[in-house]
């Protein structure tokens, strides 16, 4: 393994990947969790099980206003002592999560999960980048995601037994003894490493920086579960550009702005973070919409579902291991143009099950599609931080988070609002009905992310093969 030797000695070397592979686990292990124990939250709550968005989004859109602050914040007090108190209030927001009694309380709870959530993976991908040289980028970051990985293979049917056997409430306390092994992990492993210099941070766009997230995020949960006018989804959806262009043009005043406009001169960068931006909005709403497909519309048990989720987490597993010589062979433009285009088609595809779907047939639907969204998210983070230079990595990789965290959540709540809409059209709430609305969701989402590899074809042959030595 090729080191930084200033940096890591080779007992930290060793063990790094393996301490950010922890904080992976947590955050996949949670959210496979919640995803599949939905349906009976919502039962326990009394709470329409379609409208469940809102406890996804919270975390998500917490981490995503917060991740921009979290380049700065490890400069400034050290990744060591920050990645560590990031891991202790991920597992306190788990705690309220699980002593939650209402949906507003669970909502809130997650919201202080997600406090944690944004310093965790963020930092502990900066170390990364920090420690390791770019030839290796591609190798170590498949390398911590596959544990991290175990999440969504076990998360899935471990919520359905909870859900079926125990209490919901379970799926948020199996987080505490992963904490604990984290932070200690965390302690022995994680480098205290700081920024050259200390800079000041700008406020100024923070604030509109996360203005802009928060009215865009509010206008896509308006068309759904919120159910605002059309009217007052425009105002919101303005205001949220308005902020966002005054964020630009802000930041191009200032010494040390959140995210520096130069950034965008890396061409690769460019190009991977607005792919990144548009073809999670369809993956992203994958997590969700499949647990709920199974068990809303096709009368699943909890447990059932659970395991019908396995062979997508294994076949993203095996996906994640053939990245590397794949890319090597074939180029980062040819793979990214190609399998977005087979991503989308196969969420398409996904629109086509019904209850006469054989079930073999499903299960290898859902293994196809785990292989090719893990190839997808492998490929795009590395070719958008690939030719960062160390001066641009903190904030390119608080901007890459943002931008993965934002369009997960605004995948969910674009689902969510699409699932509302064809279940209102269809009128009367049958299972025939409701699984007619799963079906046209699927089929937009799909449709939305086979446009995003116009953008990856904008990448030339030759971006990401030659590497940056350290």
């Not at 395991?307 to 994640?320: D, E, F, H, V």
């Not at 399998?339 to 099950?353: D, E, F, P, Q, Y």
């Not at 998210?377 to 070719?383: G, P, R």
Request: net charge positive; proline share 4%.
């Amino acid at each position: 393994m090729m080191i930084k030797s200033q940096i890591l000695d080779n007992k930290t070397a060793r063990g790094l990947p393996w301490v950010v592979a922890i904080a992976f686990f947590m955050q996949s292990l949670d959210g496979t969790i919640l995803n599949t124990a939905l349906p009976a939250m919502a039962r326990d709550l009394n709470e329409d099980p379609l409208r469940m968005q809102g406890v996804i989004i919270a975390y998500m859109l917490t981490v995503a206003l917060l991740i921009p602050a979290s380049g700065w914040i490890a400069d400034r007090f050290g990744t060591k002592k920050i990645f560590f108190s990031a891991i202790v209030l991920f597992s306190f927001g788990s705690l309220l999560c699980a002593l939650s009694n209402s949906l507003d309380m669970l909502i809130g709870a997650r919201v202080v999960q997600g406090l944690g959530g944004a310093l965790m993976l963020p930092v502990g991908r900066l170390v990364v980048l920090r420690a390791y040289p770019r030839s290796e980028l591609v190798r170590i970051m498949g390398f911590i995601t596959i544990p991290g990985l175990l999440g969504p293979l076990i998360g899935p049917t471990m919520g359905g037994w909870m859900v079926q056997y125990l209490t919901w409430h379970w799926i948020f306390l199996i987080n505490l003894p992963v904490g604990l092994v984290g932070c200690y992990a965390a302690f022995k492993f994680i480098p205290d490493l700081r920024g050259k210099q200390k800079s000041r941070f700008d406020s100024l766009g923070f604030v509109l920086f996360g203005a802009a997230m928060l009215l865009i995020t509010i206008a896509m949960e308006g068309l759904g579960e919120l159910h605002l006018p059309h009217l007052r989804v425009m105002l919101l959806l303005f205001a949220g550009m308005a902020c966002l262009i005054a964020y630009w043009l802000q930041a191009g005043r200032v010494a040390n702005p959140l995210f520096s406009p130069s950034l965008f001169n890396t061409r690769t960068f460019a190009i991977g973070l607005f792919g990144n931006l548009f073809a999670r909005l369809g993956s992203g709403a994958l997590p969700f919409l499949v647990p709920l497909l199974l068990q809303v519309a096709l009368g699943y048990s909890p447990s059932q579902a659970g395991m019908s989720m396995l062979p997508l987490a294994a076949a993203a597993i095996l996906a994640k291991s053939l990245a590397r010589p794949i890319i090597d062979r074939l180029g980062y433009r040819l793979v990214l143009t190609a399998n977005t285009l087979a991503l989308g088609i196969m969420l398409a595809s996904i629109g086509l099950v019904s209850e006469q779907t054989p079930y073999w047939l499903l299960l290898a639907l859902l293994a196809i599609l785990g292989a090719i969204n893990s190839l997808q998210f492998t490929a795009m983070n590395a070719v958008t931080l690939i030719d960062l230079d160390d001066e641009n990595a903190s904030s390119g990789n608080s901007l890459l988070s943002v931008v993965g965290q934002l369009s997960l959540s605004l995948g969910v709540a674009c689902a969510g609002a699409l699932l509302g809409g064809f279940s209102a059209d269809v009128g009367s709430a049958t299972q025939a009905t409701v699984l007619s609305a799963f079906q046209l969701t699927f089929l937009s989402v799909g449709v939305m992310t086979i446009f995003a590899a116009a953008i990856f074809s904008l990448l030339s042959e030759h971006d990401g093969r030659v590497m940056v030595q350290d």
